[in-house]
């Protein structure tokens, strides 16, 4: 009876080891869109100058969707704050993209983007790039 229980109690073991799934903890995929219609890097622009800056994002595994988008812009190396933020879901939690046309300040000095996607195990992946004024 005692080498029984033992073989099932193996048996039983080898099963829930062999349903755990395991975690990789790949970040989720963001890059810049990067056609002549976008900046995508640190550069320098004039006062009051409209750009645009395009975003792509993508899920790093099959079941761990994007579940939120966020973009922040701090001043003069000064605190982030937000000005763009979604939650993401649908196909959008597969792949997403956007546009955001910003327009710089009316004043020198630098104006840091951040934009970061976060999956739904709660690894977050970022890119940014910094506009100088002149």
Do not use: H, W
Not at 5 to 24: G, N, P, Q
Not at 87 to 92: A, E, F, Q, R
């Amino acid at each position: 009876m005692k080498k029984l229980t033992s073989i099932f109690a193996i048996l039983i073991a080898l099963v829930f080891l062999a349903s755990c799934e395991k975690d990789e903890g790949k970040l989720p995929n963001i890059a810049f869109k990067t056609t002549a219609a976008y900046i995508s890097t640190s550069t320098t622009l004039s006062r009051d100058t409209t750009v645009v800056i395009g975003i792509t994002a993508s899920k790093a595994e099959d079941k761990d969707v994007l579940v939120s988008f966020d973009g922040s812009r701090s001043y003069d190396g000064g605190t982030s704050t937000s000005f763009t933020s979604e939650t993401l879901t649908g196909s959008n939690g597969d792949s997403y993209s956007k546009d955001v046309t910003i327009t710089t300040r009316n004043q020198a000095g630098t104006e840091k983007y951040t934009f970061t996607v976060v999956n739904k195990d709660g690894l977050k992946n970022n890119v940014s790039l910094t506009i100088t004024v002149n």
